[in-house]
């Protein structure tokens, strides 16, 4: 399967502990992005990537929120000190060089108690 | 910030019928997308529209990129019970911005 994977796909996880969430591109995709989505709701933009470089933040992403995507590949997302306004799917997407259309992973969907 | 709304929010229908949503901004777009996503997963493309005007079909969906290029609307003809899910267009403004504006979802269930 060549899609978009994310791991862990569930973290349940106690409020102020850190979690961190990996999304793997489809290949050759050089941008990356992350979405939140609550219930409900459609997903919201929190970052994006082009290759390694993150050209791109939202105002949802506090500073408790970490982004990486050291080598242009795969991504991590930190969440420090959860809370429970924290818990939603987090979905990541990649997207070719060329073009604008977005492909999404599963998602990860975190609960925090 | 950028909005869509999009309609209906949700829709009960017989198996076999026709289905049409929209989705609406008060902004313009370049590119409207379609998705369709089911419990627990992430969404999945089903149309992607680049042009003011274009009409483009995938198998029994049909979606149209508005001539304003603030609406599209999604067609499903002939329903069957695997359309069930939640339907969610997005438009994106292309040049520096990437982020994709998602409208809220319109509900999908199938009778049989």
């Known amino acids: 399967d060549t899609g978009v994977s994310q791991d862990p796909r569930h973290k349940i996880t106690k409020r102020g502990q850190n979690v961190t969430f990996r999304c793997d591109p489809i290949s050759e995709h050089n941008r990356l992005y992350w979405y939140r989505q609550t219930l409900g709701q459609g997903p919201e933009f929190l970052t994006y990537f082009q290759n390694e470089a993150q050209l791109e933040k939202s105002r949802l992403l506090s500073d408790r929120f970490s982004a990486e995507r050291p080598k242009g590949s795969f991504s991590t997302l930190e969440i420090q000190r959860t809370e429970q306004g924290d818990s939603a799917m987090y979905l990541c997407?990649?997207?070719?060089?060329?073009?604008?259309?977005?492909?999404f992973g599963p998602g990860t969907r975190l609960l925090v108690l | 910030g950028q909005q869509l709304n999009q309609s209906p929010q949700s829709m009960f229908i017989q198996e076999g019928e026709d289905v049409s949503m929209n989705c609406t901004s008060s902004s313009i777009f370049n590119t409207w997308l379609w998705y369709k996503q089911d419990p627990g997963e992430g969404p999945v493309l089903l149309i992607a529209?680049?042009?003011?005007?274009e009409l483009t079909s995938n198998g029994r969906l049909t979606a149209q990129f508005g001539i304003t290029r603030k609406d599209s609307f999604l067609n499903i003809s002939a329903s069957i019970p695997s359309d069930v899910g939640i339907y969610f267009c997005a438009g994106l403004v292309s040049g520096s911005a990437r982020q994709l504006t998602f409208g809220s979802g319109t509900q999908l269930t199938v009778l049989p």
């Open positions: 997407a990649s997207s070719p060089g060329q073009g604008e259309t977005q492909y």
């Open positions: 529209l680049y042009k003011a005007g």
